[in-house]
């Protein structure tokens, strides 16, 4: 068969995508792809997994997973392509058969719903968000009595985050808190207490949280006969972003592939900055050695992105790590500009600074779009929002509100999780409170009820109407009883919700016009589902942006700013990019300098972001900042020294600038004498 599809590979990422691949069904050595910053990783993946199809490998028997949905849409589409350039017509029917690809949660979701009956759960079940988990965790909080402690007990947020720290990274309960939640050391016995209570309650409620869909198939892949039947059903693992995996999914992989035979992994340890919710370096550093014999490791060094000045300063600091897999970045894209390495005396002049180039080059030509600010944490952006406004200069700001973390969205799918599982506490809780004349303890009152009885459902309608819900009452169980019978189609049934809902709508909420738009794009969502199992699942895991909840967005045709964490920003790119605050302090944060993993970990992080830069590359260093929470009007501040992961070493790597500059005639006036003036005699006379 033709290799016209590799031929436009370079001869690393041709490497990687025809290793251990012969014809038919092959399973190859395990490979570890090293793909630094914009070395064409997905592009890579792609033709890996089409050069497996076209190869004879049957792709019901591929497992592709990624880190968000879009992604592993993004692959199969590419591999689409690049076997339809072989194939032509063919192609479709092989890669339609591509079923298995998706996230890590998304196929343990799918998974576990097929083995439901094998593992002891009802296929019915449904999943938990964090904020309903966090509710949750609440109840069992509060029937535990640690809600009336003497010393204050960690809030529900924090419980839950305790909880899956300590599942996802596989450690024990004590060396998590002393690790990462100190001040909660001294609850270590009620907190497991805890979570032996909120685990009985998701199992007696039907419910799972996001860290089941991971832990259940942990659990399953290492039961020598449960792992047998995974494994058979899949001959080529392929894994992206590998350096963001937590414990428990490492070994999820490690059972379902123990010899590494058919396993595939790609990611970049230098891109490994997402420990705050477990991922572990380790995975991806540790993988070759894992097996016998150790896997082939493929590094791609060329980068297409960015210029050469701004991977050599990127490469400069990222050399100064103490553990990596070394990779030099490489480029074909020349140009004399090297990385601006910025001093301003405060925020406000790195706001003025970023403003001027920003407009700059849009009188040059280049969009707002195609320019970013990129920053440590969330509030560093603030002066320099202030600034954008008063400038009428039009901004998106990304990593704020979820479009399923607004209230009456929740209560939408809170209606459609209790219809599918009636023993879903937490769904029937909020919907129940809904009602008039219906508070905490009588809604607790119906679903203690429904929870004893074999059919919930009929429970709940036996139950006389709270006095002050009249006709809402019968409403409500009326459109349970349709949502459970089946008796609407889908999506038909999620219109049928929303004219439930609408009287609560516009009862509970003054912007009931504006969340009503909400709840029609949620419809419009939900009629690309072909079913209510599939639409609750796959929303949750993967729930997009907020719309109305963030105020003044530019409308989609419209040029704009971009503003951005660095852990949003990663896997992106623009053609300029700003970072603020390249400080000690903020990067690395103050927060983080305690252990050296966290300060490798912020040092990767400055590492990605300037990666993200195309063509021009600017780092701000503020000579004094002011932290968080306090304010800009007073004289509390702190003296900035630059970041400690540019020494002076690497200073030749940057053009060392300072802003504003001095002009020859501003310098002439601060250098001429000063007339005096005696205002203290003056005061004096006034009274002589």
């Excluded at 309650?201 to 949280?209: I, P, S």
Aim: with cysteine; aromatic share 8%.
């Amino acid at each position: 068969m033709s290799a016209a599809h590799l031929e436009k590979l370079n001869a690393d990422q041709r490497h990687a995508v025809e290793h251990g691949i012969g014809e038919g069904r092959t399973f190859g050595s395990p490979l570890l792809i090293i793909a630094g910053a914009g070395s064409g990783k997905t592009n890579t993946l792609a033709h890996r997994v089409a050069h497996l199809i076209l190869k004879g490998a049957d792709p019901r028997r591929i497992l592709l997973m990624t880190f968000s949905r879009r992604a592993a849409g993004e692959l199969t589409s590419r591999v689409r392509r690049i076997c339809a350039e072989t194939l032509g017509g063919k192609a479709g029917v092989l890669t339609d058969a591509l079923g298995w690809a998706g996230t890590f949660h998304g196929i343990g979701a799918r998974l576990l719903r097929e083995q439901a009956e094998q593992i002891g759960l009802d296929r019915e079940f449904t999943i938990h968000d964090r904020e309903d988990s966090a509710d949750l965790m609440n109840l069992c909080r509060h029937d535990l009595g640690f809600s009336k402690t003497e010393k204050r007990f960690p809030t529900k947020g924090t419980c839950l985050a305790i909880y899956s720290r300590a599942v996802n990274s596989q450690a024990p309960l004590d060396e998590v808190l002393a690790r990462n939640f100190p001040w909660c050391v001294g609850w270590s016995e009620e907190l497991r207490k805890l979570f032996a209570a909120y685990v009985e309650a998701k199992q007696a409620h039907h419910v799972l949280d996001y860290d089941d869909l991971l832990l259940y198939w942990a659990q399953m892949a290492g039961d020598p006969d449960l792992a047998r039947q995974l494994a058979e059903r899949f001959d080529h693992i392929l894994v992206d972003e590998y350096q963001d995996t937590n414990r428990l999914q490492a070994s999820i992989l490690t059972g379902l592939k123990p010899d590494g035979r058919g396993l595939t992994v790609v990611g970049d340890d230098a891109q490994s900055i997402y420990a705050f919710r477990a991922a572990d370096v380790r995975n991806i550093l540790d993988f070759p050695g894992q097996f016998t014999p150790p896997a082939q490791i493929v590094t791609l060094e060329r980068n297409y992105r960015s210029t050469q000045p701004i991977l050599a300063a990127a490469n400069g600091v990222i050399a100064l790590a103490a553990e990596r897999f070394t990779k030099n970045l490489w480029t074909e894209r020349q140009s004399a500009e090297r990385p601006c390495l910025v001093v301003v005396r405060d925020e406000t002049d790195q706001a003025n600074y970023i403003v001027e180039k920003v407009l700059e080059a849009r009188e040059a030509g280049q969009q707002l779009k195609a320019q970013a600010v990129l920053f440590r944490a969330s509030h560093h952006s603030g002066p320099l929002e202030i600034e954008l406004t008063r400038r009428n200069i039009p901004f998106v700001k990304f990593g704020g509100l979820k479009f399923l973390d607004s209230a009456h969205v929740k209560d939408l799918l809170a209606l459609l999780r209790f219809s599918q599982n009636p023993r879903d506490r937490v769904a029937g809780f909020r919907l129940l409170q809904l009602l008039p004349g219906v508070g905490p303890a009588s809604a607790r009152r119906a679903l203690d009820e429904m929870t004893e009885a074999a059919d919930p459902l009929a429970a709940l309608c036996a139950l006389p109407a709270p006095p002050r819900a009249g006709e809402f009452w019968d409403d409500f169980v009326a459109m349970l009883q349709n949502l459970r019978a089946g008796k609407l189609d889908w999506p038909a049934n999620l219109g049928a919700a929303r004219k439930w809902h609408q009287p609560h709508l516009e009862r509970l909420y003054e912007d009931a016009a504006t969340r009503q738009l909400d709840l029609a794009q949620l419809e419009q969502i939900a009629a690309t589902y072909p079913s209510r199992e599939r639409f609750l699942t796959e929303l949750t895991l993967d729930p997009p942006d907020a719309t109305s909840a963030e105020a003044g967005v530019p409308l989609r045709d419209e040029d704009y700013l971009i503003l951005s964490t660095v852990h949003s920003a990663k896997g992106q790119e623009w053609k300029s990019v700003f970072l603020l605050n390249v400080v000690d302090g903020c990067i690395p944060s103050d927060l983080a300098t305690g252990a050296s993993s966290e300060i490798e970990e912020e040092r990767r992080l400055l590492y990605v972001a300037m990666t993200r830069a195309k063509d021009h590359l600017h780092l701000m260093v503020p000579q004094r900042f002011f932290t968080h929470g306090q304010h800009a009007q007073g004289d509390r501040h702190v003296y900035a020294a630059r970041s400690r992961f540019i020494p002076a070493a690497l200073a030749p790597l940057f053009e060392m600038t300072s802003w504003p500059l001095v002009t020859a005639e501003a310098s002439r006036r601060a250098e001429a004498p000063r007339k005096t003036i005696d205002l203290g005699a003056r005061m004096r006379g006034m009274w002589r």
